[in-house]
């Protein structure tokens, strides 16, 4: 048992070259912090899946939260937020979300499924599992 949070970007990034610059930081970012870290520090936290059009950076706590590396199908970071590592779950997408926010400001919508005041897009997000699946899903065609 557990709670989902993370956060949203809406509307979509359209693959326009400003995007794809920022988008491109973002990435950066993400890795420069993560790629030397883990609870014991031996190992980083993140998995870079293989350079290609499907590959994505993928976050081994809690349900595998992950980054595509191209900004068109980046709609979701998420996890269901449980157990041992549940605070830390959570930490990381906190501290991703401010990664985001700080290179794509208002489009960012935080969520936390037991926030139960506000609206529906505060406690479950912007897009349906279904949306987020098949942008996945679309993005792994790619290969």
């Keep these: 048992m557990g709670f989902d949070c993370g956060f949203d970007i809406y509307p979509r990034l359209d693959p326009t070259p400003?995007?794809?610059?920022?988008?491109?930081h973002f990435i950066n970012e993400v890795l420069r912090t993560y790629e030397d870290e883990?609870?014991?520090?031996?190992?980083?936290?993140?998995e870079v899946?293989?350079?290609?059009?499907?590959?994505?950076?993928?976050?081994?706590?809690?349900e595998h939260p992950a980054i595509p590396y191209n900004c068109e199908y980046f709609l979701r970071f998420s996890s269901k937020v449980?157990?041992?590592?549940?605070?830390?779950?959570?930490?990381?997408?906190?501290e991703v979300c401010k990664m985001a926010t700080?290179?794509?400001?208002?489009?960012?919508?935080?969520?936390?499924?037991?926030?139960?005041?506000?609206?529906?897009?505060?406690?479950?997000g912007y897009y349906s599992w279904k949306e987020v699946n098949e942008s996945w899903r679309k993005m792994k065609e790619l290969k």
Aim: glycine content about 10%; aromatic content about 12%; some cysteine.
């Design 102 to 124: 700080k290179r794509f400001g208002d489009c960012v919508h935080f969520w936390h499924e037991l926030k139960e005041t506000g609206n529906d897009h505060d406690q479950f």
């Design 49 to 62: 899946v293989p350079d290609s059009p499907g590959s994505h950076i993928e976050f081994l706590v809690g």
């Design 18 to 24: 400003s995007n794809k610059e920022k988008y491109a």
């Design 38 to 46: 883990d609870e014991y520090g031996s190992d980083s936290v993140v």
């Design 82 to 94: 449980s157990g041992k590592d549940g605070a830390q779950v959570e930490r990381y997408i906190k």
